[in-house]
């Protein structure tokens, strides 16, 4: 299965990024893609509408601001949505958080921290180790270096 991530805008591209990178070296298909909930609206619609179909078992989506690309997107498709909101200058990303986070009861987005793009990913790779056993043992593996590296660590 394939994870898509998408952005509202190429301003986001250094944070998301982050979650491209990570999802690649986990061996994962990554669909990107600049989709604005405000600038696309139709784009944003049809993208949705056509994720399950196309093979995409997880969305992340980030965006800045008025962040409401997670929210509408996981409002028209069953596909999991993660959402990631994106530090802003002006409220240094206190709006895109809360833009993202209160979902209605029905609606779910898994919203992570501020400019929070690799637990996105290893989310969203959580989600697809749970039917491919290849990428639980990568998972198991990653979090084995990480314990490795802080029990390494000497200061
Ligand atoms: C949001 O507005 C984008 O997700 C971005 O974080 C923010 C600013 O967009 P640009 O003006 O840089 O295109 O839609």
Do not use: W
């Not at 056509?50 to 929210?71: D, F, L, N, T, Y």
């Amino acid at each position: 299965m394939k994870v898509a991530v998408i952005m509202g805008s190429t301003s986001d591209l250094e944070i998301m990024s982050q979650a491209i990178s990570l999802l690649e070296e986990f061996g994962v298909e990554v669909v990107k893609r600049v989709i604005s909930a405000h600038r696309t609206p139709d784009l944003m619609c049809e993208f949705a509408k056509s994720a399950r179909a196309e093979g995409i078992g997880v969305i992340i989506a980030g965006a800045g601001g008025a962040a409401h690309v997670a929210g509408v997107v996981a409002g028209m498709t069953t596909v999991p949505v993660i959402g990631i909101p994106i530090q802003t200058k002006a409220l240094g990303g206190m709006d895109s958080l809360l833009s993202i986070v209160q979902m209605p009861p029905g609606v779910p987005v898994a919203t992570m921290a501020i400019n929070g793009a690799k637990n996105a990913a290893l989310y969203a790779i959580q989600i697809l180790a749970l039917s491919d056993n290849k990428l639980s043992e990568k998972l198991e593996a990653f979090r084995a270096e990480q314990t490795q590296k802080v029990l390494d660590a000497t200061i």
